[in-house]
């Protein structure tokens, strides 16, 4: 060693020493912090702490959103296989399930025992809806709120509701017919529909939830002849809409939740709580409170005047309705105010907002399908008749019979499919379990992408099958036929949902190949029945009153944005009354 290092060694001892416990104590901070995948699961090569994020953010800047053809779910799924892992910053562990076999049989047979609510999920609602079903762990206190609020999806309240959601899709088919005038008055090419959209749904959920219609789509028709709509450069027309006060606050609570479902969790926590205290998030909260209350508690003045006047006050037309005429009877569940409220924003969030967001891409494969309208069309107008010559609101009967009216439940299914509302379901392991030979412990998230239902094509099927010895029994027997990969996957086809009866008509087969949009088991949506009831009242009003005819390619690209649900950037239609296109 040089002498002249020494006296520099001596006087700078403390430094050096320090320094250096200060590099091997960054060196382990940074080795304990970087992600550490679970041994034996595929996963992408781990870089930096950051473990997926940085990819995940190139894939979103290039496709719009990482659930998109060719971004990073699809690649995953086509380089690691249907089973991997990904790491979302530094302590996550999560994997991914693409195939659709082994997603079934995971909800649905002996494993769905050890799967539950995954705490990312439970966390992003605490802030709006602790009390909601969503936001609960599957416990007496979720079983119990799932008993109170499953009447009104059985099919005495759904038969009772039609009539609620037809009034609503006349509604819109009125306010449409008054645009396309304007429209052509003022040389336009198309107008927006995304606001129109919401504000049905809004007006629909809250009357069949709360009881009482805000009446948002009634008051835009009143103001449309004064309206001045705005023009793009492609000659599309925005009209102004009346401002709604209980959209703006659900839209606002939405966006919310989905900023708290993105954050790690001590960062959700604390952004939660300190929101809770703004005024903006207060004031938004409270509007949507103060309009539940109200409305329960006419419901309970109605159920009260029932019985004094000794009738059946289990006539309910709305949720509220219904758990206000079983308050109190013998051998009925109760609910507080508060876990009644918290029921009914879970309803408005879920209700208002995969409804219009499911409208906003029917239109779009529409518009692109014009032999699938023409189809849907003449199939409603045999089984129901035209509403143009009948005049008669549709029912329940209508549209709830696959034999009278099998294209349209393709339509319905293969919209879900393809629109992918709901990008995923996300679930916890609460032990060990084994998913096609991989061991995954307890305590791990699960993710089950939605884009699994377009990217396992054909072109998928050998990599799939390579796992078939890992099946259960129950699986290898029924799923492999029922849940077979997709031909043509990421292409709307409704064809691909019906049989041949050999006599020259066509038979529905939900069984044809994979869909989830609505999850699977237990946790299933709640509202399944009644979310696929509005969409089959909707398409079959708008296809009897319109042909939706081509808008500027500019304005019919599919890109899309996720906040918690997928939405198009691009909501734009151009409807034509259906003797203008026959003529």
């Not at 023009?231 to 027309?237: D, K, S």
């Not at 102004?240 to 926590?269: E, K, M, N, Q, W």
């Not at 109190?328 to 219009?356: C, N, W, Y």
Request: contains cysteine.
């Amino acid at each position: 060693m040089d002498p002249r290092i020494l006296p520099f060694l001596q006087s700078h001892s403390t430094a050096i020493v320090l320094s250096s416990t200060v590099a091997v104590s960054l060196a382990l901070v940074i080795k304990w912090i970087r992600p550490k995948p679970l041994p034996g699961i595929p996963h992408h090569p781990i870089t930096s702490f950051w473990g997926d994020l940085p990819a995940m953010a190139k894939a979103a800047k290039e496709y719009g959103t990482i659930y998109e053809h060719g971004s990073f779910f699809e690649q995953s799924m086509r380089e690691l296989g249907p089973v991997f892992q990904i790491f979302i910053g530094p302590f996550s562990k999560t994997i991914v399930i693409t195939d659709p076999q082994e997603i079934e049989d995971l909800h649905l047979r002996e494993r769905s025992k050890f799967i539950d609510a995954s705490d990312v999920l439970i966390r992003g609602f605490q802030s709006t809806i602790p009390l909601g079903q969503v936001a609960m762990k599957t416990n007496d206190v979720w079983r119990k709120h799932r008993r109170i609020t499953a009447p009104i999806v059985s099919s005495k309240y759904l038969n009772q509701l039609a009539p609620v959601i037809d009034h609503n899709t006349r509604l819109l088919v009125e306010y449409w017919e008054k645009k396309i005038e304007i429209v052509k008055r003022e040389g336009g090419t198309c107008f927006a529909c995304a606001g129109d959209f919401q504000n049905s749904a809004l007006d629909m959920i809250s009357q069949i939830i709360a009881g009482r219609s805000l009446q948002a789509i009634p008051n835009a028709i009143a103001h449309l002849s004064t309206a001045e709509p705005t023009r793009n450069t492609q000659g599309a027309l925005t009209f102004p809409i009346p401002r709604v006060a209980l959209l703006d606050a659900t839209h606002y609570l939405f966006r919310c939740i989905g900023d708290a479902v993105t954050l790690p969790p001590v960062l959700s926590t604390v952004y939660q709580k300190v929101l809770s205290w703004t005024p903006r998030f207060q004031h938004h909260y409270g509007v949507i409170c103060d309009h539940i209350d109200s409305c329960l508690a006419d419901c309970r003045k109605d159920v009260q005047q029932a019985r004094a006047l000794g009738e059946d006050p289990d006539l309910a037309e709305s949720m509220l309705g219904m758990i206000a005429a079983r308050e109190g009877a013998p051998g009925q569940d109760h609910m507080s105010d508060k876990e009644i409220r918290d029921e009914v924003l879970t309803s408005f969030f879920a209700g208002h907002d995969t409804s219009s967001l499911s409208m906003q891409w029917c239109v779009k494969f529409l518009t692109d399908s014009p032999h699938i309208q023409k189809a849907l069309h003449n199939e409603l107008v045999t089984a129901i008749g035209d509403p143009a010559i009948e005049r008669r609101p549709l029912t329940f009967a209508d549209v709830s019979s696959p034999d009278r009216t099998p294209y349209l439940e393709a339509v319905v299914i293969e919209l879900l499919r393809c629109a992918r509302v709901a990008e995923g379901t996300s679930k916890q392991t609460t032990a060990d379990i084994t998913v096609l030979g991989y061991a995954i412990p307890a305590n791990t998230d699960l993710i089950f992408p939605m884009t699994s239902n377009q990217v396992n094509d054909s072109s998928m099927s050998s990599v799939l099958h390579s796992f078939d010895k890992h099946r259960s029994p129950a699986s290898r027997e029924s799923g492999s036929i029922a849940r077979r990969p997709w031909k043509n996957g990421k292409d709307f086809d409704p064809e691909r949902w019906l049989g041949d009866n050999g006599d020259g008509t066509k038979r529905f087969n939900a069984r044809a190949g994979f869909a989830n949009p609505f999850g699977q088991g237990v946790r299933a949506c709640a509202g399944k029945q009644l979310a696929l009831l509005e969409l089959k009242m909707y398409i079959a009003a708008l296809s009897l009153a319109f042909f939706f005819d081509k808008i500027p390619e500019e304005l019919s690209s599919y890109v899309a944005q996720i906040n918690v649900t997928r939405s198009p950037i691009y909501a734009y239609v151009n409807p034509k009354p259906w003797k203008e296109v026959q003529a």
